[in-house]
């Protein structure tokens, strides 16, 4: 259907101020010598009709033309040439007499404030003067001319005028000129069918929220909406889907809205989501606090500038008017419905239907779960509160708490143990009453609240810390450690127990056994461990798919204060092809990896050294080498410590990373890097990752101490052991430093601690029950490894040699070494060949070095891995960790028990 859009522009203006300055006196005293005379006359050709806007047409002055409503139409009298034609002919200061009549004189017309049918719609408008009028010399309201005046006639036609014939006759120089314009007649009549928004807008609290709106009544309709377990107190609107289409400008039509009877009780604080429709400029309800409103009403609204306001009707539109259904559901209404019927005219003139359902949710009495959880260990001296939000329900609920030194508040108030009322959206604060404890109550004080909201109750558990000068079963896990995985079905884990005696402890050592020692599996029952035996216990687990979580807790001897309980989860995979813990995360070339276990949640650095395809030494892979940051079970996938590509741009041929384990709470941390061509390259680890800085510190290689391989630090904390291609080297790191190298001081270069041993690789370092320190390394694509008695008074006056190796059972080695690890506790040796693990007692280590005893070498897992590329048993460590460049994966490895987890599996 056509629709049409005219605004009156600047002679609109110019026509309102004319009609303000129109001040001259139609009859002015004149000097006794003038005298009346008749102008010269005027033909019709002097009119001369103006295209005024884009909203006239031309010739519109044409005898059989229609013009547009809502424009200014002129003629101006000009002279032959299209000059303004002055009055002339006239004496001297006489005047003329000139008159401007309407036919008729008045019309009926719309009343822009009402609808039809209404007992004002139509109302009486003035033509002459106020549609039709004459200006003199730019004034309007004068009946006599002068000489020079010059005149036009202007047709103000006001909007919504359709079909109407204005006619005006203008007296001039005694002789009679005839105007008359017809405006268009109605086109449109028939509206649109009304098109609403797919989604009601839903207003709660300051941001407004979408709510789906359902089509319930058959597909494509798009008459029937249905809104069902809608909130309570919150404002529903529907709103047209660009207004009201289809009709000619300004003309209106009737609509019919019929609503249910639900009212509500407007209160100020409870309704102000409402005020949001007003804050927006779209609407402006007033309501009056206290005051009953229906709950359900439409408004009418129109486009005026940018903003969209109410119009003074609600039961007829026009063109481009919004139509909106607004429903208010009262707090705390539950399953009720509310309805409306818009009833429409459709392209007949027949009245359609135009449904809505809006039924708010029924009453839920049950509250989200609360944990009050199990809590050990909280202060003995200050109060515990734990905040509570209250979510799930919509309905206010009676509560009550009870245990001893149990109290709750509502939103930060008085606490209380008087039961009372909790609302939706509210705050509760448990308190346990600590404060007040005496001395004697004070130590391992035990809380059980219990929480009854409505018909549920919520029950926990509290127990302050123990006394100080108590013994203590220190007790967890040892493995596997959070954030691990495995295809198996079951698993064995280990823990540690034990018992720490204060120094001042005077009474009889307590004891105790598994019975003591707790494990529950997924939320079941605490059953005692299977095995204890000389501070170790194991533990059978049957896992599920997906995450399981293990829990641990002890249940100590009278007298004897208890560990505070711990959790790990295990994930059960599919198969060893299933990734973790990231389906996108994977490596390139696993070479290595150094585990910071000062740290309260160990962090691991992995070391991928091909991350640019090629060979290792290829020219084009000199800067291709990556280290990651990971902590299993708190991290989805491990992160570059670089920011960028992450990779190292200043170093070449990275082999190996080193964590200074040993060092104290005063200085740096830095994660060492041995390299090829410079030997040593470190990064503070302080930094905030992924960084932009590469480098802290860099040893070129005094007396070709280049060419590192693999790097450990000593137990005393301040040297770096390295194992080069021309010799065992070493660095003291100056801590005190700003850097620790000093590039520019040959004291701080790696030094050798001999050449006598040559193209060596992997190193890790034993220390056994004296205190006496030891590397063990071995070289480089064979089967020969070293150990040296490290004497740190003179680090050149260390003594080595090489192990002789027995193989029993036919073992023997793939002679393509991957990694050496010592675990001090058990002095044994572990040595990564290819897919396997060897391992040999350290315990005569002196001998082995004096070539008069051999080392067993037994298969500790034989064929069990991929290609493996480096182990890592370091200070703080309860298990080993391998990287397996075969498989892409990360284990952790418990020598104990021989079981293997996964820490990452990133498959090809």
Known sequence: MNTHSFKLKTLTTCIAALMVTACSSDNPEQ????????????????????????????????????????????????????????????????????????????????NPDACPGDADYWIEEKVANNVVSLAVSNTLGKASVHNGDTLELFFNIPENRYGVTYDATLNYADKNFSFNLTTEDLTDTAPDALKFKSEASGYTGPGVTK???????????????????????????????????????????????????????????????????????RSHFEFEHGETYPAVWTTVKSALSDNINATTYDSCATLGNDIDLYIAIPDKTFGETYTATIQWPNENGEMEDYTFSVTSAAEDREVDPIDLGTLYDISPSLDHIIEIPITGTNAKLPISVAGTGISYSIDGGEYTTDAGEIDEGQTLSIKYSVANLSDDEKYYAEFTPSITIGDQTF????????????????AGFAFPSAGSATDKNAIKIRGYAGLVIPDDFDSSTPSFTESNLLVSVNGGDYTPVNTYADGTWTHLVDLTDGENTIS????????????????????????????????????????????????????????????????????????????????????????????GDGLITNTQYVFDIAINNHRTTDDANYVLRTEHWQSMNVTDLSQSFPTESLSDGRVSGANSANRTRGAVFSEKGDIAFTANINGLGYHVFEYSADKPFDNTNPNTFVQYVTQDIAELDSIDNYVDSTGQEYLIANEVNNS??????????????????????????????????????????????????????????????????????????????????????????????HFMVAADNGNKAMYAIDQTTDEVVYLINAPE
């Open 31 to 110: 000097p006794k010598h003038s005298s009346d005379n008749t102008p010269e006359t005027l033909n019709m050709s002097n009119f001369v009709p103006k295209v005024e806007s884009a909203g006239q047409t031309a010739n519109w002055w044409a005898a059989d033309a229609q013009v547009a409503d809502g424009q200014l139409y002129r003629w101006q009298v000009l002279d032959a040439n299209g000059d303004l034609l002055p009055v002339s002919g006239l004496d001297k200061f006489a005047t003329h007499p000139v008159s401007l009549t309407a036919n008729p004189a008045t019309i009926q017309v719309p």
């Open 211 to 281: 709510t789906n709106l359902a089509n319930e009544s058959g597909a494509g309709t798009g008459k029937d909406f249905v809104l069902t377990n809608v909130a309570d107190n919150q404002l529903i609107k529907f709103e047209l889907d660009g207004g009201v289409l289809g009709l000619n400008e300004h003309y209106k039509i009737n609509f019919t809205s019929m609503v249910s009877g639900q009212t509500f009780v407007y209160d100020f604080e409870q309704h102000k989501f409402m005020d949001n429709e007003a804050k927006e400029g």
């Open 459 to 474: 029950d926990g558990y509290a127990r302050t810390e123990a006394d100080p000068a108590w013994a203590r079963l220190d």
């Open 552 to 643: 641990f807790k002890t249940k100590a001897p009278q007298g004897l204060a208890e560990s505070s309980p711990s959790q790990i989860i295990i994930t059960k995979l599919v198969g060893e092809n299933q990734a973790y813990p990231s389906v996108d995360f994977k490596l390139s070339h696993f070479e290595a990896i150094a585990v910071d276990t000062q740290q309260s949640a160990h962090t691991y650095y992995l070391l991928d050294t091909d991350a640019i395809e090629g060979g290792f030494f290829d020219n084009t892979n000199k800067n291709d080498d990556i280290i990651f940051k990971f902590i299993p079970g708190v991290d989805s996938e491990p992160s570059s410590v670089y920011a």
């Open 784 to 877: 020969n490894v070293w150990i040296i008695k490290l004497n740190h008074d003179d680090l050149a006056a260390s003594t080595f040699g090489t192990v002789s190796f027995t193989h029993p059972n036919g073992t023997a080695f793939d002679g393509s070494f991957g990694g050496i690890a010592v675990d001090d506790k058990t002095s044994m040796a572990y040595i990564a060949d290819a897919g396997n693990i060897f391992q040999f007692s350290l315990a005569n280590i002196d001998d082995l070095i004096a070539g008069t005893a051999t080392a067993e070498i037994t298969a500790k897992f034989d064929g069990t891995f991929g290609d493996l590329t480096g182990l890592e048993l370091d200070h703080g460590m």
